[in-house]
């Protein structure tokens, strides 16, 4: 177990990564509704963000349109940014993506972020079907997009002859790394970065220095800024919170291999068994992995505080583990006790959908 430490950073200064998890026989309401209950808890708590990721064709995950999703969870918040955590640049044309931020930064100004990544993984007739680009053509797509939002700004030209629709301010523009080559590709366009730690962290240490050592405060950030992703459990004991990961593990072990022509009711008769020997050996290996963090309160604040130490990140984005929208606002509730006294207890009140200024 880690040592104690004094937490590196303050709660506002972690952020939320959610997929809209939907188990079988979940409606789609019913998994927005989860994941809109996750965001206001995060907004009370304080945390700084609350990011959905893009992910096509996986089972479990219901977070295939970004930018419809931080439409939802800004009307039902009314503090925290909302965001992409993030667009795939290789899945959509940039001017669709510029176009459909600076219009959800019109509406909610202040509140909007823009994180874009690179797609992989995807299973060929997925691909097809989404018309991507090869990981290759990120950059030049990455370039083409923060062209038309800087189009947005007053006395700008438009880029070419194409103009960016309901121009304003642009939202910010943050990268989505997994290896080094992505952090640099951020840090010569001077761009804040996240690390994905929680699905691939060996590159992480090697994407830290790429990030620093190839940063040009050229673009919208006059000096670096990196924040770190890590997935995580929290409970009221050690064994809670292992308990709650192994579950975790044995659903989305579960809907990662079945048949691909499973009914909904053949999934659902799936999960329903215990959890087996080799799915414990599983959980036991990726609770050694250090892009997870589990356990108690106090060892999931130490754990973070060294995780921020280690990186020297600026920011820490909590991927909470569980599929039940209850058990993510539990862990969020958890670690925000330990990184502060201060929880925010006025009542909600719901924005206007559109700003008035």
């Known amino acids: 177990m880690l040592a104690p430490v004094t937490p590196g950073l303050p709660v506002s200064a972690h952020s939320v990564l959610d997929v809209v998890p939907q188990l079988p026989g979940q409606s789609a309401a019913a998994a927005l509704r989860e994941t809109a209950e996750v965001a206001q808890a995060a907004d009370d708590l304080g945390y700084r963000r609350f990011w959905v990721g893009e992910q096509h064709g996986v089972r479990g995950v219901g977070s295939a349109a970004p930018a419809v999703l931080a439409a939802v969870l800004a009307a039902r918040t009314d503090r925290i940014r909302l965001g992409a955590g993030g667009v795939l640049l290789t899945n959509h044309q940039?001017?669709?993506?510029?176009?459909?931020?600076?219009?959800?930064?019109?509406?909610?100004?202040?509140?909007?972020?823009?994180?874009?990544?690179?797609?992989?993984?995807?299973?060929?007739?997925?691909?097809?079907?989404?018309?991507?680009?090869?990981?290759?053509?990120?950059?030049?797509?990455?370039?083409?997009?923060?062209?038309?939002?800087?189009?947005?700004?007053?006395?700008?030209?438009?880029?070419?002859?194409?103009?960016?629709?309901?121009?304003?301010?642009?939202?910010?523009?943050?990268?989505?790394?997994?290896?080094?080559?992505?952090?640099?590709?951020?840090?010569?366009?001077?761009?804040?970065?996240?690390?994905a730690h929680h699905s691939t962290a060996s590159p992480t240490p090697a994407a830290v220095a790429a990030y620093r050592d190839h940063f040009e405060a050229s673009g919208p950030t006059v000096k670096p800024y990196m924040a770190v992703t890590v997935g995580v459990v929290a409970a009221d004991s050690e064994e809670s919170a292992i308990i709650r990961f192994a579950d975790y593990v044995r659903v989305k072990t579960r809907l990662a291999t079945a048949s691909p022509r499973a009914t909904p009711a053949e999934l659902m008769a799936l999960l329903d068994p215990p959890l087996t020997g080799r799915e414990r050996g599983r959980a036991e290996r990726l609770l050694d992995e250090p892009g997870h963090i589990v356990g108690s309160r106090a060892t999931v604040v130490s754990a973070l505080g060294t995780l921020a130490a280690e990186t020297g990140a600026d920011e820490i984005m909590l991927v909470p583990l569980a599929f039940d929208g209850l058990v993510r606002s539990a862990i969020l509730r958890t670690i925000a006790a330990g990184l502060t006294k201060s929880v925010r207890t006025v009542p909600r009140h719901a924005p206007p959908l559109i700003a008035t200024a």
């Not at 219009?103 to 100004?109: D, G, H, K, N």
């Not at 007739?125 to 680009?133: F, M, V």
């Not at 301010?169 to 952090?183: Q, S, T, W, Y």
């Open 94 to 195: 940039p001017l669709v993506v510029a176009e459909q931020f600076a219009a959800l930064a019109a509406a909610y100004p202040s509140r909007i972020d823009l994180g874009v990544g690179q797609q992989y993984g995807l299973v060929p007739s997925t691909a097809a079907a989404l018309g991507g680009s090869a990981r290759d053509a990120f950059p030049q797509r990455l370039d083409e997009l923060c062209g038309f939002l800087r189009d947005g700004l007053p006395g700008r030209a438009p880029v070419g002859d194409v103009r960016l629709s309901l121009a304003g301010l642009p939202p910010p523009v943050f990268v989505l790394a997994d290896h080094p080559g992505a952090a640099a590709t951020a840090a010569v366009r001077g761009l804040p970065v996240f690390l």
